[in-house]
Every structure is written in structure tokens, then in C-alpha cells.
């Protein structure tokens, strides 16, 4: 059995990343999740891509989990490109190879940048329902969530199931709360708050300061990107659009498209199963094998 085991990284302002590290002895593959997710989200599929021989490293990004909460407040896209890339140089410098990414909403828009601006630097990209056009009304959707009860809190591990299933019906109700527990963390008043700075959202450099910009700048520079990219989509998706998810792949030149049906945004937590079998075979290593 591979064990997973601790590994730190350092991101663009010095600030500390906290990762795991499953360690299948080949191919890195960086996990960056999604905003208001840490590196828990990927607990199963990185197992599976160890077993498969290859290196899966999962990391919380700037303000998420176990990361540090950044003194400067900048949680822009672009702050978490440039993290991204320090995280993809460093693991580079490790493991003597280019890692592969796989990168859900924050976490694939951070790599996409990170690619783009500083590239070349990775070996292959799994962007997980995100393109750089986004459906503003899921987008509000999705921020309008994660705020409601961000200071607020929840008084229980019960109560935050519940919100969350009132906000993603289709998904089957949980069977254990131990989950839920690593995205929440338990403050000194005795209520659970998400694991993420509310500056995220609410700060003055947020994450939609420069948004608008940065995604403009994405899908210009799209068809200079020749880095073979698989995009993962929810087909219940708020956010990606089949309209966006063919436009991507009609300008990235190595770029393919999947749909996973029964999935919403959060493709992962919603099948996973489908979604480690199609990255798998994506990365060269088909399960069957």
C-alpha cells in the first residue's frame, strides 16, 4: 500500500503550501483543487494514480486548508498562477521531470496561467470543468454559496450537510460526516467555518480583482498552446457551458474535451469513479493495464 506522506512547497510571496504526497515512484502529477476545496478533495484519485506508478501530489492552495493565509491579501487568479508555477518549478527540481497537472476550477485556471505565463513548464494539464469563459450567472451562483454562511459559520457537521445538500441536490446523501470535517475547521467559539480566508471573497484583492482581464488574456494565448490538455466536464454544470468547452478545444491545438454525465461542477465529489478512469487513460496509464 502507498502511504501517503507529507511534502511542503513554497509559493510566490514565500508563503507556506502544505501537500501530501502519494509517492507511485514515476510520472509528478500536481492536484490543485478548486476555490473553497483543499487538498482532500483528491484523496481518492491520487490514490489511484500512485497505483498506477505515478507520483500524485496534492497541495491547498494560498488561504485554503492547511496553506498559509497570506499577509498581503491577494487572492487573485493571477496570485494563484504564480504559486502554481513556484509549486511546478520546485517539484521539477525534486523529481528531475516535468510534472503533469490536474486542476479543478481555481486550481486548473491557476495552472493554465502559470503554463501560459511561464511556461513551458508542465507536461500535460486536466482542467476539471473550468475554462477561461465562465457562465457569470454559475459563477454567482457558486460565490453566492460559498458567502452565506462564511462568518457565520454552522453550528454543526449535520447542519453544513444539509446546506450542502439543499445546494447540490442530485448529489447521493453522504454516508459519514468525516469528509465534510476536512473541508471545515472548528474555531475557539465551537463553530464550524469553512477551511479558507474569507479575504478570498471578501478582501480588497479577491478573487475576482482582474478576472475579467486575466480570462481574455487565456483564451487569447490559446492557440499558442500546444501543451496536450484534457478538459473534464460536469454535463450538469453551472459553469462550463458545452458552447465553452468546444470553443476551447477548436483553439488549444492539443486540446480533447470529455463529458461526465451525472457530474455537476464538482465532478469529482459527484463520479469520481468516471473521472480517475479518464485521467488515467488521458495520462498513458489506462486502469485496465
Do not use: C
Not at 467555518?193 to 480583482?209: C, E, L, Y
Amino acid at each position: 500500500m502507498i502511504e501517503r506522506k507529507a511534502i511542503s512547497f513554497v509559493g510566490a510571496e514565500g508563503n507556506r503550501l502544505t501537500g501530501d504526497i502519494w509517492d507511485g515512484g514515476g510520472q509528478p502529477v500536481v492536484f490543485l483543487h478548486g476555490g473553497g476545496q483543499t487538498r482532500r478533495a483528491w484523496d481518492a484519485t491520487a490514490r489511484d494514480v500512485a497505483k498506477r506508478g505515478m507520483r500524485a501530489i496534492a497541495v491547498d492552495q494560498r488561504g485554503h486548508g492547511e496553506s498559509a493565509w497570506v499577509e498581503s491579501g491577494h487572492y487573485g487568479f493571477h496570485h494563484y498562477g504564480e504559486d502554481a508555477a513556484a509549486i511546478f518549478h520546485q517539484v521539477h527540481e525534486r523529481f528531475h521531470t516535468r510534472p503533469a497537472a490536474v486542476g479543478a476550477s481555481l486550481g486548473g485556471l491557476a495552472s493554465l496561467t502559470a503554463e501560459m505565463r511561464a511556461g513551458p513548464i508542465l507536461d500535460a494539464l486536466v482542467l476539471v470543468d473550468i475554462t477561461p469563459r465562465l457562465d457569470p450567472v454559475g459563477v454567482d451562483r457558486i460565490q453566492g454559496f460559498m458567502g452565506a454562511r462564511m462568518e457565520e459559520g454552522f453550528a454543526s457537521l449535520e447542519e453544513a450537510a444539509d446546506a450542502i445538500a439543499a445546494y447540490l441536490p442530485h448529489r447521493a446523501p453522504r454516508r459519514s460526516l468525516e469528509g465534510l470535517r476536512k473541508n471545515l475547521r472548528q474555531d475557539e467559539d465551537g463553530r464550524y467555518r469553512w477551511h479558507w480566508d474569507p479575504a478570498f471573497i471578501k478582501g480588497a484583492v479577491n478573487i475576482n480583482s482582474g478576472a475579467e482581464a486575466l480570462m481574455q488574456e487565456l483564451i487569447a494565448g490559446l492557440p499558442e498552446l500546444h501543451l496536450p490538455v484534457l478538459l473534464v466536464r460536469g454535463m450538469r454544470s453551472e459553469l462550463v457551458q458545452e458552447s465553452h468547452a468546444r470553443e476551447f478545444v477548436s483553439l488549444a491545438p492539443a486540446a480533447s474535451y470529455v463529458d461526465v454525465g451525472g457530474a455537476g461542477h464538482m465532478v469529482v465529489g459527484d463520479r469520481n469513479d468516471v473521472f480517475a478512469s479518464e485521467i488515467l487513460k488521458f495520462l498513458g496509464r489506462d486502469q485496465a493495464a
